[in-house]
């Protein structure tokens, strides 16, 4: 027993000269660097990442009196890649720029594929995905239940914004109102609005306080004239930013963070509008539709495909009402679409 004692308590002794030593070389390798990027370090900071560029990324002071101003700052080699949205440890130097020295632990992760294919994270700590769609251009059940679908599966709580509410007066388009009020039903925030008249955007701004919100949704639903009337200043949406990269060539592609007046923050860039259409799992297409997942294993066959075999516990649950008929045609509309066998 003793001799057993002493034997981890030497293995914890070398482990923890092992642990000293990779700290001491680390740190000699952090004055290193240090020194080269121009000497004297202030105290260690929160800050908060509102744009990446390459190896640079901008933070935002969020202690001090310098609270709300932007530096651009390197990172350290031994951290991971940042996003938008990061929140990080980081060093103020002499010359209004910084390193940043930590990463602190992301609550949720947005991810693309990036040109090869694989899947990069491109934002950090969004809880909130806006899913926008109008009477016009004509919305698609299953491009709606995908964005659902997505924002299970990243963690996100999503919102149904129904915009051109001023449209649903007409006939053609009235039975749109129906489905934002189906979603309702599932359990879903809804809100119906109209960019336009200004109809609902109280209620929009304060579901958005509070989060970090992502505004998806189909070409022409209206979501740069939601984010126009949301962000007022337009100089903090566009013009700021080629200002301070001096280029401006990666105004359009980068991810971009920026603070609603009204509280709430936004994360936005061409790419992230995209988010949730591609890389979903079978499993996880099906965990994504909310009310299927009383039914999720309960059919009388283990590799159900729930299209047409008996004992099928989504299919009896179409028949008696507790799932809609829309939203199984929505799902092997997805489901038909998704690459993996
Ligand atoms: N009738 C009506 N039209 C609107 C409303 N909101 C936006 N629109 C119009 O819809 C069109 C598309 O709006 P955008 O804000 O550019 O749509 P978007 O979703 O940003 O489109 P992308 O930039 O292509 O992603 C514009 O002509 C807007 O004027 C609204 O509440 N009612
Ligand atoms: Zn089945």
């Given at each position: 027993?003793?001799?057993?004692?002493l034997?981890?308590?030497?293995?914890?002794?070398?482990?923890?000269?092992?642990?000293?030593?990779?700290?001491?070389?680390?740190?000699?390798?952090?004055?290193a660097?240090?020194?080269?990027?121009?000497?004297?370090?202030g105290?260690?900071?929160?800050?908060?990442?509102?744009?990446?560029?390459?190896?640079q990324?901008?933070?935002?002071?969020?202690?001090?009196?310098?609270?709300?101003?932007?530096?651009r700052?390197?990172?350290?080699?031994?951290l991971?890649?940042?996003?938008?949205?990061?929140?990080?440890?980081?060093?103020?130097?002499?010359?209004?720029?910084?390193v940043?020295?930590?990463?602190?632990?992301?609550?949720?992760?947005?991810?693309?594929?990036?040109?090869?294919g694989?899947?990069?994270?491109?934002?950090?700590?969004?809880?909130?995905?806006?899913i926008?769609?109008?009477p016009?251009?004509?919305?698609?059940?299953?491009?709606?239940?995908?964005?659902?679908?997505?924002?299970?599966?990243?963690?996100?709580?999503?919102?149904?914004?129904?915009?051109?509410?001023?449209?649903?007066a007409?006939?053609?388009?009235?039975?749109?109102?129906?489905?934002l009020?189906?979603?309702?039903?599932?359990?879903?925030?809804?809100?119906?609005l109209s960019?336009?008249?200004g109809?609902g955007l109280?209620q929009?701004?304060?579901?958005?306080?509070?989060?970090?919100?992502?505004f998806?949704?189909?070409?022409?639903v209206?979501?740069?004239?939601?984010?126009?009337?949301?962000?007022?200043?337009?100089?903090?949406?566009?013009?700021?930013?080629?200002?301070?990269?001096?280029?401006?060539?990666?105004?359009?592609?980068?991810?971009?963070?920026?603070?609603?007046?009204?509280?709430?923050?936004?994360?936005?860039?061409p790419?992230?509008?995209?988010?949730?259409?591609?890389?979903?799992?079978?499993?996880?297409?099906?965990?994504?539709?909310?009310?299927?997942r009383?039914?999720?294993?309960?059919?009388?066959?283990?590799?159900?495909?729930?299209?047409?075999?008996?004992?099928?516990?989504?299919l009896?649950?179409?028949?008696?009402?507790?799932?809609?008929?829309?939203r199984?045609e929505?799902?092997?509309?997805?489901?038909?679409?998704?690459?993996?066998d």
């Open positions: 027993m003793a001799k057993r004692n034997t981890r308590r030497q293995k914890w002794r070398i482990e923890k000269i092992q642990e000293e030593r990779s700290a001491r070389a680390n740190r000699r390798g952090e004055r660097e240090e020194t080269l990027l121009g000497g004297d370090l105290p260690e900071q929160e800050g908060l990442v509102i744009a990446h560029f390459g190896v990324v901008d933070v935002e002071v969020l202690e001090g009196e310098d609270r709300g101003q932007v530096r700052c390197h990172r350290r080699a031994n991971p890649a940042l996003v938008t949205g990061d929140r990080v440890v980081w060093r103020a130097d002499n010359q209004q720029s910084g940043i020295v930590a990463l602190q632990p992301r609550r949720t992760e947005l991810y693309r594929p990036d040109h090869r694989q899947l990069k994270p491109v934002a950090a700590n969004v809880d909130r995905l806006v926008v769609f109008a016009l251009p004509q919305p698609h059940r299953n491009l709606i239940d995908r964005y659902l679908v997505a924002a299970e599966q990243a963690g996100l709580e999503p919102l149904l914004v129904l915009n051109k509410a001023d449209l649903l007409q006939p053609e388009h009235a039975q749109i109102r129906g489905w009020d189906d979603y309702a039903a599932l359990g879903y925030r809804t809100l119906c960019a336009d008249s109809n109280d929009l701004r304060e579901e958005l306080r509070g989060h970090v919100n992502v998806v949704g189909q070409s022409g209206g979501k740069s004239s939601l984010i126009n009337a949301l962000l007022p200043d337009a100089d903090l949406r566009v013009g700021a930013l080629s200002e301070m990269t001096g280029k401006g060539t990666h105004t359009t592609t980068t991810a971009r963070l920026f603070h609603f007046p009204a509280g709430g923050d936004l994360i936005d860039s790419g992230i509008r995209e988010f949730g259409l591609t890389h979903i799992s079978h499993a996880d297409l099906l965990e994504g539709f909310i009310e299927f009383p039914f999720l294993g309960h059919c009388r066959f283990r590799d159900c495909q729930h299209v047409h075999e008996p004992g099928c516990a989504l009896d649950a179409v028949a008696s009402g507790a799932i809609s008929a829309g199984m929505s799902y092997r509309h997805i489901r038909g679409s998704l690459t993996e």
